[in-house]
């Protein structure tokens, strides 16, 4: 079985301008979640998409948005980038809503200059 | 909301050691709990997870966990780590009263290095 891919897997944008990541879920998964990790921190919940429907969200502002689409392949949008928003980006899928387990992907690295 | 704490940031042992990482979760209701594994350069992988039934659950690569329902927390343990365990250790909480939609809380993380 294939695992969590995202792509790309590295990223300079300036201040002010738009950002797209992408996921892809593990063969069988239908539910995506994003987590923001800043260096030396764990991972930050942003948001938890089921069957292409936003279901959860943590401590996010509204410039960090989200689909997810009907092969369950899933984009984070952030829009207006601070440098603050430099951070590893993760994908995790599960079968459910995470009762059988997170697989996570390798991330995105994006750095704000 | 819940919240998790890891108590040491940063571990170093000699190869063979025993090793316990502490984890302590606030939450009242019932949860998922997780160990994750960050080998230097590569994606968070799952080292263990307890879900239902017997508290004392064990994982890959020799690991175990033993969640305590009334300290609220669920410590990592290895009898003898080796070189190649050396990595960062998260753990993580899953809420289930909200029917799993608020996704993970992770701790800060352990720095383990083991030593030759």
């Known amino acids: 079985e294939t695992g969590v891919t995202q792509s790309p897997t590295h990223l300079i944008k300036t201040r002010g301008q738009q950002v797209t990541l992408r996921c892809s879920s593990q063969?069988?998964?239908?539910?995506v979640s994003w987590y923001q990790q800043a260096l030396g921190q764990g991972p930050q919940f942003i948001f938890q998409?089921?069957?292409?429907?936003?279901?959860g969200r943590g401590n996010f502002p509204p410039r960090f948005s989200g689909l997810q689409f009907p092969n369950y392949s899933s984009e984070l949008n952030v829009n207006a980038l601070e440098l603050d928003d430099s951070a590893l980006y993760l994908c995790?899928?599960?079968?459910?809503?995470?009762?059988?387990?997170?697989?996570f992907g390798s991330g995105t690295r994006l750095t704000v200059v | 909301a819940q919240s998790v704490s890891q108590h040491n940031h940063h571990v170093i042992l000699s190869e063979a050691a025993s090793l316990e990482l502490g984890c302590n979760y606030s939450?009242?209701?019932?949860?998922?709990l997780f160990w994750y594994v960050q080998y230097p350069g590569q994606h968070l992988q799952l080292l263990l997870k307890?879900?239902?039934?017997?508290?004392l659950v064990k994982g890959i690569k020799g690991f175990e966990a033993e969640f305590i329902k009334s300290k609220f927390s669920f410590n990592l343990r290895k009898p003898s780590v080796q070189w190649s365990d050396t990595a960062e250790y998260f753990c993580?909480?899953?809420?289930?009263?909200?029917?799993?939609?608020?996704?993970?809380?992770f701790g800060k993380g352990t720095h383990l290095i083991i030593q030759p």
């Open positions: 993580a909480v899953n809420a289930l009263s909200g029917g799993g939609a608020d996704g993970l809380t």
């Open positions: 998409y089921y069957r292409e429907e936003e279901n």
């Open positions: 939450y009242g209701g019932t949860v998922n």
């Open positions: 995790a899928s599960s079968q459910g809503l995470g009762d059988y387990g997170y697989t």
């Open positions: 307890y879900f239902s039934g017997d508290p």
């Open positions: 063969s069988g998964h239908n539910t």
